[in-house]
Nanobody
């Protein structure tokens, strides 16, 4: 019942920045956490980070800590992933997803309920 739409991906040089957006529509719940995942061709889906909907707690995988920041704009019902100091290994399709549990600490994609279609991020060296 929740529809998610990612946007903001593109091609950027190493060291550059992108901001991804995840707009939610339909029936949403404040208790849901919002997660970001990424998947490169031929590789497994990887947890990037998550935030609870009240924006009081955020959690990130070690490889992006200090570079990526998750935030939200409640007025627009949108979650953002600000990506700075991008590296070629960040190249992937990025997805946002909902977790019916409120905490952001679940890194297993199978625990997330609704998914967007993804947005491609390509970082050149």
């Amino acid at each position: 019942q929740v529809q998610l739409a990612e946007s903001g991906g593109g091609l950027v040089q190493a060291g550059g920045s992108l901001r991804l957006s995840c707009a939610a529509s339909g029936r949403t719940f404040s208790s849901y956490a919002m997660g970001w995942f990424r998947q490169a061709p031929g590789k497994e889906r990887e947890f990037v980070g998550a935030i609870n909907w009240s924006s009081t707690v955020a959690y990130y995988t070690d490889s992006v800590k200090g570079r990526f920041t998750i935030s939200r704009d409640s007025a627009k019902n949108t979650v953002y992933l600000q990506m700075n100091s991008l590296k070629p290994e960040d190249t992937a399709t990025y997805y946002c997803a909902t977790n019916p549990r409120g905490g952001p600490f679940n890194t297993d994609f199978r625990q997330y309920s609704s998914w967007g279609q993804g947005t491609q991020v390509t970082v050149s060296s």
